[in-house]
């Protein structure tokens, strides 16, 4: 199943996700569908806030299909280890239609649970690294306008409001 992607305005994405504690078959469906999801938007990553499911829960292709292998599933990711710094223009899929710099560490290692619960880590860089810090700030309710300046999320959540008010959003 594919679900529609929630947009920015909906509370579920700044909202902190639950835990998962259960590790069902019903589980391994929503991160098939998550994955669907996600590619079906054009996406190299995902939260499950995104399509309106408080869980935490993200899933990860930054080969956009080109690589089975490249497939990530972090399941209540912690990020543990983090450093450098790099900055490069990064969207959102509940933020259609903009892009900003984003400044954040190079080389990070996250401690996540598979699909069947089981705890494991994942060190990343570069491209990887921006996505397991993204979609693991999309589980604590951030979004990456919250590491943008004051002034330049301001100027987004302004042009943000005027799509909403002519109905554009
Ligand atoms: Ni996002």
């Known amino acids: ?12 994405l700044e ?9 069902d078959e019903e589980l391994q469906k929503l991160i098939n569908d998550m994955f669907e999801s996600m590619w079906a938007a054009q996406g190299v990553g995902l939260a499950a ?4 499911i408080g869980r935490r829960i993200a899933v990860i292709d930054v080969t956009f299909k080109e690589d089975p292998k490249a497939k990530l599933v972090l399941i209540n990711p912690e990020i543990i280890h983090s450093e450098g710094r790099h900055t490069q223009s990064e969207g959102c899929l509940s933020i259609p239609d903009f892009r900003e710099n984003v400044t954040r560490p190079n080389q990070v290692t996250v401690r996540a ?13 570069e491209l990887v690294a921006r996505a397991l810090l993204h979609e693991t700030d999309h589980l604590n309710g951030k979004l990456y306008m919250s590491h943008l300046s004051a002034l330049k999320r301001d100027l ?5 409001r005027k799509l ?3 109905g554009e959003w």
Do not use: L, S, W
């Open 1 to 12: 199943m594919i679900y529609p992607i929630v947009k920015y305005g909906n509370p579920v």
């Open 113 to 125: 649970q598979d699909v069947h619960g089981r705890v494991f880590e994942k060190t990343g860089d």
């Open 15 to 23: 909202k902190p996700a639950e835990t998962v504690t259960v590790f």
């Open 164 to 166: 909403m008010k002519a």
């Open 156 to 160: 987004m959540k302004r042009r943000i």
């Open 49 to 52: 806030p995104q399509i309106g």
